[in-house]
């Protein structure tokens, strides 16, 4: 019997966005459901943890971090003889690759191992971007390119040996948890890590459940001051607040919402995976995820999801997966 090819789902950095972790789930769900391969998860947290330093990235100073450490830690992505290795979500930035991910021990140089981004999307978007990453790209065994939104397709469409036109992976949140149903009914999510302000809404004489999408809670004591700080500053004091370390807590409170306002772009996807109405209060280029499933006018007012065309673009994705995965 011929051995299952292994594909390695890079993913990770949940404690510090749970939003991630919706992302890191539809596209573990995606690739089990395209392929008979063995198919794992593998965190990129220790290539990130210890590496920034000071200088890179300032939030690190409050966690005790001055230089880089990352000799220090084992990363199993390092290790691990996978056959594909795959990144999904905010993959097409160029930090992402210029501050701790573009690392010749994690297989990049391996001609045997092809590389795919599934729902990869950037963060600014400005020519400079485009370009940069796309000097990254050319230099590792980009075997296929999923994007998640139109834009980012057209930008790097060709560069790949395979190009698709495909959604953001959170979209499948609705696939990969049966949420239960709960006591606590008629009720709307506020998510607002951002913005100073809650929007004063007049529908509002029900039940507000507000989730915080970070958990994170490094270690070092002027760290945890400023993170309480924080807290306190966006009302995450207040009654009926989650904040979990598990995505499923905050998939069942999506799930069963009346609707969701928010600032996080991934509090409104896996609303609308759920049949749920949402509005997002932020201006962000990563917005445009929601024009792929005709939910353009989240970002302007509470909209309803266009079930037929999510359903209808999981299913081309997943088609196209399962053509290119041996």
């Not at 573990?28 to 391969?37: G, Q």
Request: net charge positive; glycine share 6%; with cysteine.
């Amino acid at each position: 019997m011929k051995q299952k090819n292994t594909i390695m789902l890079w993913g990770g950095n949940w404690t510090r966005n749970i939003g991630d972790a919706f992302i890191d789930l539809g596209a573990l769900y995606a690739l089990k459901h395209a392929s008979e391969s063995n198919v794992i998860l593998s965190s990129f947290m220790p290539s990130w943890f210890l590496s920034r330093g000071c200088l890179s990235y300032p939030e690190q100073i409050l966690g005790g971090v001055i230089i880089d450490k990352t000799n220090n830690l084992l990363d199993v992505r390092g290790f691990v003889n996978s056959d594909y290795n795959v990144m999904c979500g905010v993959k097409l930035a160029d930090h992402w690759w210029e501050r701790c991910f573009f690392d010749k021990k994690l297989q990049f140089e391996k001609k045997d191992t092809k590389i795919i981004i599934i729902g990869g999307g950037g963060l600014l978007y400005t020519r400079e971007e485009f370009e940069k990453v796309r000097d990254y790209l050319n230099k590792i065994n980009l075997y296929a390119f999923i994007s998640r939104d139109e834009k980012v397709f057209k930008e790097y469409e060709g560069i790949a040996e395979h190009s698709f036109n495909g959604l953001d992976c959170a979209f499948f949140a609705s696939d990969y948890i049966n949420p239960p149903s709960l006591s606590i009914s008629e009720y709307i999510t506020f998510t607002f890590d951002r913005i100073k302000k809650e929007p004063e809404l007049n529908n509002t004489g029900g039940k507000i459940i507000r989730t915080h999408h970070s958990c994170w809670t490094q270690s070092g004591l002027l760290r945890r001051i400023v993170y309480n700080y924080i807290l306190s500053k966006q009302g995450f004091n207040k009654k009926n607040t989650l904040i979990s370390d598990l995505p499923q807590d905050y998939l069942t409170i999506y799930a069963n919402t009346e609707e969701t306002h928010s600032d996080r772009v991934h509090a409104c996807v896996p609303t609308l995976a759920f049949g749920k109405p949402a509005k997002l209060y932020r201006e962000t280029t990563r917005a445009l995820l929601f024009d792929r499933v005709n939910a353009g006018s989240v970002k302007t007012q509470l909209t309803y999801p266009d079930m037929k065309k999510i359903k209808k673009e999981k299913e081309r994705e997943i088609r196209f997966l399962s053509e290119i995965l041996d």
